[in-house]
């Protein structure tokens, strides 16, 4: 099932499943910002990822000693969720345990995603409570995908990523699905970088992010059109497009956790970049998104 939030500059439409944004729409000029899903491509939206970001080795792990699977960015992307609140601005989703994510993650928990609108300014957040008795470990993230105006006049490489503040960031290096953290160096996001194809063809950029407060732009001198990330709290962020199948897209990708380094010994306990509560603690994130097309009126600077 799918709901709507809608001001007078945008409208957004999630779905229980997975709890994903379906669209988001500039209500001026009609145009969409989420890349839709073509299939042949890349079949998701904005998937959320939960209760890991990336892919485990041999999709498993280890927990007190018992060995789980679970595939890349965990299940909450493909299972329903229920809609917990709505108001006119406002969507919160709800997610929790159940004797088949028991299975594959022993934990009991209440995961919630909310969509909040402010002008043309969409926080997208996210809630973890730990309802076990013993300390809980897991991942969090988002992975929005931003659809990029192309016609005969502006191609892809017509767009380039700004990160500020502008200075270089600490990428590591994806070897398959993995990290390697021993060859990790600075990215150049001092700069602006072109949005073309082979930016990807090792798979995404993946950045470390030392201190609070970056903001990812997608921008092109063509036209006013720009999409704003602000990634706010989040320690790390995934920079991803298709590759070699490539589309007219690319994903800003705000994570609270990482995929499994080269070296990794598989148990949970030791994995780099989750986060752990005590039983009954509460973990809360968000991020930001805004988006702008040229004569779009009552722009927030986001």
């Known amino acids: ?23 988001i729409v500039g209500k001026h000029l009609g145009n969409e910002y989420i890349w839709q899903a073509d299939p042949a491509v890349w079949g998701r939206h904005a998937p959320v990822l939960f209760p890991i970001v990336g892919r485990l080795k041999n999709d498993s792990y280890t927990y007190k000693g ?13 299972m329903e969720f229920a809609l917990e609140e709505q108001t006119e601005d406002k969507l919160t989703f709800l997610l929790t345990d159940n004797e088949e994510t028991r299975k594959i993650y022993p934990f009991k928990f209440e995961f ?26 897991f991942g969090v993230g988002g992975h929005p995908g931003f659809a990029l105006p192309v016609n005969d ?15 270089p960031r600490v990428q590591v290096p994806l070897e398959g699905a993995y990290l ?15 949005i073309d194809d082979e930016l990807f063809k ?24 720009h999409v704003n990330v602000r990634t706010d709290s989040a320690p790390y962020v995934g920079v991803w497009s298709q590759y070699p199948n490539c589309g007219n897209y690319v994903c800003i990708e705000p994570w609270w956790g990482i995929a499994d380094l080269t070296d990794a010994d598989g148990d ?17 994130a968000s991020f930001r998104m805004s988006f702008h097309s040229q004569g779009e009126p009552n722009e927030l600077k986001a």
């Open 153 to 167: 006049q502006v191609k892809k490489d017509d767009f380039y990523l700004q990160v500020t503040p502008a200075k």
């Open 1 to 23: 099932m799918e709901y709507t939030i809608e001001n007078g500059i945008i409208k957004v439409t999630v779905s229980t499943h997975g709890a994903e944004i379906q669209s």
């Open 202 to 225: 090792n798979d995404a950029m993946v950045l470390v992010m030392r201190r609070p407060n970056n903001k990812f732009s997608i921008r092109t001198d063509t036209s006013r059109f």
């Open 112 to 137: 919630r995603v909310s969509y909040e609108l402010l002008n043309n300014m969409v926080k997208e957040s996210f809630k973890v409570t730990n309802k076990s008795e013993g300390e809980m470990i």
């Open 268 to 284: 949970l306990e030791h994995k780099q970049g989750m986060n752990k509560l005590e039983a009954g603690e509460e973990f809360e």
């Open 180 to 194: 390697n953290w021993k060859k990790r160096s600075l990215a150049p996001t001092g700069t602006l970088i072109t």
């Open 66 to 78: 018992k060995k789980y699977e679970m595939h890349q960015h965990g299940f909450a992307r493909d």
